[in-house]
């Protein structure tokens, strides 16, 4: 079998990966075992060079990534969930959406955004600036502006605003700690492992990178050690080791 074909996006982080919707195809195509190579794309090129690919545009009419070229069968996908259908559809051995689960599954990712991911925007943006590569800053910050409807970056979030930015991502994730303690199980659908779990654990290994020490442990305490235990049981299903949260956060110079 030929490798399938990953765009994403690099950082100044020596392993470059970042992004938590590229991340999401990483654990599906490891969980399928399917071998793939990645293409770097910077942030800045996103749009030029998935328009010179043939990509489709995602919700928006935007250009982004992930994006999945496979050269077995010629398709190319774009957006993470698209991407897990069609791994689904194509490579159906350890299912990642169940039968019948889809608009659930789909359901389950805006409202799971909505409730950990719009509060804290802010914030973790501003965090995320700092491992973009230099040649990309100025197109992440002027993207991340308009999406937060704000003209200043120091507006995002200053120093006040901050910590209550952090409240509302801890709060977020204690109803989100509310939705598995219901499960029955240690994933979401009980004793079904799926692409909802994947969800919830590719932002926390984006938070992984971006969160400074004294976060990370908070988050990693958080509701009995939750998440840092979810993340490390998807990792351990999917053979992938992505976003430790027993890793020091790496040094940027």
């Not at 359901?107 to 955004?113: C, G, S, V």
């Amino acid at each position: 079998m030929q490798p399938i074909i990953l765009y994403d996006i690099p950082s100044k982080l020596p392993k470059k990966k970042w992004a938590p919707n590229p991340s999401k195809t990483r654990f599906c195509l490891g969980h399928k075992g399917l071998p793939y190579e990645v293409i770097w794309v910077e942030f800045c090129d996103i749009a030029a060079t998935m328009k010179s690919i043939g990509a489709s545009p995602t919700a928006g009419e935007r250009y982004t990534v992930p994006v999945i070229k496979d050269p077995n069968t010629g398709v190319m996908v774009s957006d993470s969930h698209a991407i897990a259908k069609y791994l689904d559809e194509t490579y159906p051995d350890k299912p990642l959406i169940p039968h019948g689960t889809h608009v659930l599954i789909e359901t389950y990712e805006t409202l799971f955004i909505n409730t950990v991911m719009a509060p804290s925007f802010r914030l973790i943006m501003t965090r995320t600036l700092e491992i973009q590569n230099d040649i990309s800053r100025e197109a992440f910050v002027k993207s991340r502006l308009r999406m937060a409807r704000e003209t200043r970056w120091e507006d995002m979030a200053p120093e006040g605003k901050a910590q209550q930015i952090w409240a509302a991502l801890k709060k977020g994730l204690g109803v989100v700690d509310g939705w598995y303690q219901k499960s029955g199980g240690r994933w979401i659908m009980g004793d079904t492992f799926s692409f909802a779990d994947i969800v919830v654990v590719s932002w926390m290994a984006w938070w992984n990178v971006v969160l400074n020490e004294q976060e990370r442990r908070e988050v990693h305490t958080l509701h009995g050690g939750r998440w840092a235990r979810l993340l490390a049981d998807v990792n351990a299903e999917c053979n992938t080791d992505l976003g430790s949260f027993e890793e020091h956060r790496l040094s940027l110079l």
